[in-house]
C-alpha cells in the first residue's frame, strides 16, 4: 500500500496547484498591465519628440527656402545691374548656406530642451 495515494492527498495537490496557478497568473497580469502602462508612456514620449523634431525640421528647412530665395533674387538683381561685386558677395552668402546644417543646431536645442525640462537648473543672465 505504499504506492497508493490517497484521495485526500491527491486533492489537496490538485487546490495546492491551483492556488499556486491563480497566484502566478495575478502575478502574470499585473506584471502585463505595468509593461502596457510603460508603453503607453515611452510611445507618447516618442510621439512628444517626433512632433518637436518634425517642427523644428520644417521651420528650419522653410527659414533656409526663403533665405535662399531671397539670395538668388539678390544674384539675379546683381546679375541684371552687372554688379559684380555684389554678385560675388551674394553667391559667398549661397556656398556659406549651404555648407551649413540645420542638424548641426539640434545638439544645441536637446541642450537647450535638457535644460528647461531640468528644474535644478540655473539660468545666468
Known amino acids: 500500500m505504499e ?3 490517497s484521495p485526500a492527498h491527491c ?3 490538485v487546490v495546492r496547484a491551483w492556488t499556486e496557478y491563480s497566484t502566478i497568473r495575478e502575478q502574470e497580469k499585473t506584471k ?3 509593461i502596457e502602462a510603460w508603453e503607453k508612456i515611452d ?15 520644417d521651420r528650419s528647412f522653410d ?7 531671397s539670395l538668388f533674387q539678390t544674384v539675379d538683381r546683381a546679375i541684371s545691374s552687372n554688379d559684380n561685386q555684389q554678385l560675388c558677395l551674394t553667391l559667398q552668402a549661397i556656398v556659406e548656406l549651404a555648407k551649413s546644417s540645420p542638424f ?4 544645441d ?6 535644460a ?3 528644474p535644478d537648473h540655473v539660468w545666468e543672465l
Open 32 to 34: 502585463r498591465s505595468e
Open 43 to 57: 510611445l507618447a514620449e516618442i510621439e512628444a519628440k517626433r512632433n518637436f523634431l518634425i517642427g523644428y525640421l
Open 11 to 13: 486533492l489537496n495537490e
Open 116 to 118: 528647461l525640462d531640468d
Open 104 to 107: 548641426k543646431d539640434l545638439a
Open 3 to 5: 504506492g497508493f495515494i
Open 63 to 69: 527659414e533656409r527656402a526663403t533665405k535662399f530665395e
Open 109 to 114: 536645442l536637446a541642450t537647450v530642451k535638457a
